[in-house]
């Protein structure tokens, strides 16, 4: 059999939908499994063991034209439509496959096997159940947890032996914690456990760990410009912990099996109930430094 999963964006999506690729391999004999998805998103899923072959999509009309014949030609025996974009709903439509999944939701005139969603507490563990009408029923799928393979030589950062990773900054404004929260977070870090700060971040966000570098009373370093995914992935995965907010870092630290304390609002489903992984949040306020650090040091020491 022959599968394409379909997650264009977003970057932590593209990586929560990754083991979907390790439970067909698993449950299904000689199954072929690609993955279509942004360029960008093709450097999280390189080097992954369960995807045969990464299927970047260019941005543009010409792009998608090309693309869907490329699909057309490579006769699927499903697509998985796991985001449900415009694009992404077109090309499962025209794409030729006898089998057209994904979940139940607005407009379902694309597909023709849907499927209900079923709260399991977590993202990846919700999205396997678009498996099941290829039969794929995994008795435990709470084993399947995204992992990263894509990691790199850090060459824009000289690491200190021991750090913890911060990254401060998400996509959206609302996730943002406070910049003066996280340099005293640094702080009180540093003099319960004596470790340094790395800050981590991506495009157009230097300014904010700037900020935050200087209003701290400990040491923290930052690369001079954004790290590639891969490397900030070896960065993550040597970190004593990391300490995110709920964005595509968190899930790459996940993914990296490094200790993970993730601020938010509120609980949101977005990461797993595990023994590595903390959410700290408030009912729809965000936590105090305070419980923020009780957090890190009963998950660290």
Same mark, same amino acid.
């Given at each position: 059999?022959?599968?394409?999963?379909?997650?264009?964006?977003?970057?932590?999506?593209?990586?929560?939908?990754?083991?979907?690729?390790?439970?067909?391999?698993?449950?299904?004999?000689?199954?072929?499994?690609?993955?279509?998805?942004?360029?960008?998103?093709?450097?999280?899923?390189?080097?992954?063991?369960?995807?045969?072959?990464?299927?970047?999509?260019?941005?543009?009309?010409?792009?998608?034209?090309?693309?869907?014949?490329?699909?057309?030609?490579?006769?699927?025996?499903?697509?998985?439509?796991?985001?449900?974009?415009?694009?992404?709903?077109?090309?499962?439509?025209?794409?030729?496959?006898?089998?057209?999944?994904?979940?139940?939701?607005?407009?379902?005139?694309?597909?023709?096997?849907?499927?209900?969603?079923?709260?399991?507490?977590?993202?990846?563990?919700?999205?396997?159940?678009?498996?099941?009408?290829?039969?794929?029923?995994?008795?435990?799928?709470?084993?399947?947890? @995204?992992?990263?393979?894509?990691? *790199? #030589? !850090?060459? /824009?950062?000289?690491?200190?032996?021991?750090?913890?990773? $911060?990254?401060? +900054?998400?996509?959206?404004?609302?996730?943002?914690?406070?910049?003066?929260?996280?340099?005293?977070?640094?702080?009180?870090?540093?003099?319960?456990?004596?470790?340094?700060?790395?800050?981590?971040?991506?495009?157009?966000?230097?300014?904010?760990?700037?900020?935050?570098?200087?209003?701290?009373?400990?040491?923290?370093?930052?690369?001079?410009?954004?790290?590639?995914?891969?490397?900030?992935?070896?960065?993550?995965?040597?970190?004593?912990?990391?300490?995110?907010?709920?964005?595509?870092?968190?899930?790459?630290?996940?993914?990296?099996?490094?200790?993970?304390?993730?601020?938010?609002?509120?609980?949101?489903?977005?990461? @797993?109930?595990?023994?590595?992984? *903390? #959410? !700290?949040? /408030?009912?729809?306020?965000?936590?105090?430094?305070?419980? $923020?650090?009780? +957090?890190?040091?009963?998950?660290?020491?």
């Amino acid at each position: 059999m022959k599968v394409i999963l379909i997650q264009l964006r977003q970057l932590g999506d593209v990586l929560l939908s990754s083991p979907l690729g390790k439970a067909l391999k698993e449950n299904l004999k000689n199954c072929e499994v690609h993955f279509l998805t942004s360029p960008i998103g093709s450097e999280i899923l390189k080097g992954n063991p369960y995807i045969d072959r990464i299927i970047p999509l260019k941005e543009g009309s010409l792009g998608e034209l090309r693309t869907l014949s490329l699909i057309r030609k490579e006769k699927y025996d499903a697509v998985i439509d796991v985001q449900r974009t415009g694009r992404s709903q077109r090309l499962t439509f025209f794409s030729g496959a006898p089998l057209r999944i994904a979940f139940k939701k607005g407009r379902n005139f694309f597909y023709n096997r849907l499927v209900d969603w079923e709260n399991r507490g977590y993202t990846t563990w919700e999205r396997l159940k678009l498996l099941e009408p290829l039969g794929v029923k995994p008795k435990d799928y709470t084993k399947y947890l @995204p992992e990263f393979f894509n990691y *790199r #030589e !850090v060459k /824009g950062l000289k690491l200190p032996k021991n750090f913890f990773v $911060v990254v401060p +900054t998400a996509r959206k404004r609302e996730k943002m914690w406070p910049t003066e929260k996280f340099s005293q977070l640094i702080t009180e870090i540093y003099r319960e456990l004596k470790v340094p700060a790395v800050l981590l971040y991506g495009p157009g966000e230097k300014e904010t760990v700037k900020e935050i570098a200087r209003n701290t009373e400990a040491q923290a370093i930052y690369p001079e410009e954004p790290l590639p995914i891969g490397e900030s992935a070896t960065v993550i995965k040597n970190g004593l912990f990391f300490i995110g907010l709920n964005s595509f870092a968190s899930h790459l630290s996940v993914a990296s099996g490094t200790k993970t304390v993730v601020i938010d609002r509120k609980k949101s489903g977005w990461f @797993p109930p595990v023994e590595t992984v *903390r #959410e !700290v949040h /408030g009912n729809g306020n965000f936590p105090e430094v305070n419980e $923020v650090l009780k +957090t890190v040091l009963s998950l660290v020491q």
